[in-house]
């Protein structure tokens, strides 16, 4: 056989512009890395767009290897977030920017999700978090959502203000995760409809509280979900619905979990919330609790305990702490509590004994813990917040 | 023509390019080609394999690069002289670059794409846009202020 040289090879003149397909460029840039693209995106427009599109895959074969923390102020409420780099295997990004100081909601950030190297984020709670952004921490890039700014209940149109409607937690969702150049994806958004507060905007004068308690018990949504997606640049409104229940129940803001097709949400007193998917419905789970809980229940206990969810090796975990101990339960349906114990101890371990009564208060006892320990113990889960309590005092 | 020799060399498979020009390739490295192989299972490579996609020039440099590329497993010089076979046909000519890279995916070639990523990483590694599109004959089309709010964006990349 003969062996052609390089040198051979060239018959044709070179060409300026990149005349193969977009797809193949793609594939091959997402290869390269994020600091290379970005030179490269400095180059021309082609490049500039193609690159920008490689960016958004690149990150899915170099994750960074450390994780973000959202601290939220007791006193405050306020949210701030932190970026800690842990030092692993050769090849994976740090982040740059510990405070995605390039959003424009900076420094009023919160996320809201990740996934494959993505974050979802908002703006602070004050700006009614109708501010999305999907950012790429390594590679500072990110996207605006288009802003959803009304909502139909019934035959009323509602408009998305801030005493009426939560933004509760938002869900990124990828239509394939495994496909490289696929850069579709899916925002879901929980929306709590305000309790007691719900009003038509459109008459808006003239109508007292009597009518509007009047409007809630007509079996308006305590919960709705939204969808955007980004192929059609559109918000969509999920028929799925929960109505008020006579139950008192309430969604935590904590981050949700997808898995398996479903949105995982903790609720209190003790729910579980699921969301599926495809379905488009929701379904109540129980959550393991003890005695201490039921009682903390009955003081109606703020949120109970601290709590999270979290995933590994493709099963749920939940995670909560109440003033006795700390556990760590894994989700299993076919057992018959459907929750296994994983992990357990005892605070008074950590030298720290509290009594019931405190456990009204038990978020502001959290300064107590060492604050390394709970995050052994949170390790765990891929996924965990802390209250900063450094400065409740 | 392709036949089962006697001999233990692999399997023979006939294929043509787009300009007509007849190759003969063992099977070994006709495998390395996830198209072929498609095609090979499907069972409809009995006879010459047509490949409207590739020329022949390019056609050439996938198989030798497919050789060199079983070759080079574990010999670490003929490791290096291939990455920097690279930088010499982007800096040379980087139009047959981008049909190779067209050829090596249209055979769907695992091995070869990774190795012509990594031809355009290390070519591009440390170079600044200006001499990115000096060297790959890119045309500036940003008018100036756009230049300098995209540099100005992108800074964190230059340190």
Redesign the interface.
């Known amino acids: ?4 040289t ?16 977009d797809d ?1 460029w793609i ?3 997402s ?6 693209l ?11 767009r193609l690159a920008s599109t490689a960016i958004l895959h690149s990150q899915i074969k170099s994750p960074i290897s450390g994780f973000f923390i959202r601290r939220v102020r007791f006193s405050t409420r306020k949210e701030s977030i932190r970026y800690h780099h842990l030092p692993t295997a050769a090849g994976q990004s740090s982040c ?2 510990h405070t995605l100081s390039f959003l424009p909601s900076h420094p009023h950030t919160t996320i809201l999700d990740s996934r494959h190297g993505f974050l979802l984020c908002s703006s602070a709670p004050d700006d009614m978090r109708n501010n999305y952004y999907l950012c790429n921490p390594v590679t ?1 890039q990110w996207v605006s959502i288009p802003q959803l700014r009304e909502r139909v209940l019934g035959k009323t149109t509602y408009r998305y203000y801030c005493n009426y409607f939560f933004f509760l937690t938002a869900t990124l969702v990828f239509d394939d995760p495994s496909h490289v150049s696929s850069d579709q994806y899916r925002i879901y958004r929980f929306v709590r409809f305000g309790l007691g507060s719900a009003i038509d905007v459109r008459s808006i004068e003239g109508e007292d509280e009597q009518e509007e308690e009047d409007t809630n018990n007509k079996g308006y949504p305590y919960l709705c979900v939204d969808i955007y997606s980004s192929e059609t640049g559109q918000w969509t409104q999920s028929k799925a619905s929960l109505k008020r229940r006579r139950r008192f129940f309430h969604l935590l803001n904590r981050p949700s979990v997808l898995l398996d097709g479903a949105i995982y949400m903790l609720g209190a007193p003790h729910l579980l919330l699921r969301f599926h998917v495809k379905e488009e419905c929701f379904e109540f789970i129980d959550l393991p609790c003890d005695n201490l809980d039921m009682i903390a229940k009955q003081a109606k206990a703020p949120n109970d305990a601290l709590s999270c969810l979290g995933l590994r090796e493709g099963r749920l975990y939940y995670a909560y702490q109440n003033c006795r101990h700390m556990q760590v339960w894994m989700f299993d349906e076919c057992e018959p509590s459907k929750w296994v114990l994983k992990h357990g101890v005892e605070l008074q371990v950590f030298g720290i004994i509290l009594d019931p009564p405190f456990v009204a208060e038990l978020g502001c006892n959290i300064k107590q813990l060492p604050m390394k320990r709970v995050i052994v113990m949170m390790d765990l889960l891929v996924y965990f917040q802390y209250y900063d309590s450094s400065l409740q005092a | 023509m392709a036949s089962t020799s006697n001999s233990t060399s692999s399997k023979i498979i006939t294929l043509r390019s787009s300009d007509g020009e007849v190759f003969e390739v063992e099977e070994s490295v006709a495998l390395e080609s996830n198209l072929i192989r498609r095609m090979m299972e499907d069972d409809c490579a009995n006879n010459i394999i047509p490949l409207p996609n590739v020329t022949a020039p390019i056609f050439y440099l996938v198989i030798e690069h497919c050789k060199k590329h079983a070759e080079m497993k574990d010999n670490k010089e003929k490791k290096k002289e291939l990455r920097s076979q690279g930088e010499e046909l982007l800096k040379s000519d980087p139009h047959t670059y981008s049909n190779l890279m067209e050829a090596v995916n249209y055979l769907d070639i695992k091995s070869l794409m990774d190795l012509t990523a990594q031809w355009l990483a290390d070519f591009l590694k440390g170079k600044s846009p200006r001499l990115i599109r000096e060297l790959l004959k890119i045309k500036n089309d940003f008018t100036p202020e756009e230049e300098a709010e995209i540099l100005e964006r992108n800074r964190w990349a230059f340190d």
Do not use: Q
Not at chain 1, 1 to 4: G, L, Q, R, T, Y
Not at chain 1, 6 to 21: C, L, Q, S, W
């Open positions: 056989m003969d062996i052609c390089v040198a051979e090879a060239k018959k044709r003149a070179p060409n300026d512009e990149p005349d193969i397909g193949i594939e091959i840039l290869r390269l890395h994020p600091k290379t970005t030179r490269l995106k400095c180059t021309s427009k082609t490049w500039h740059t920017d500072r």
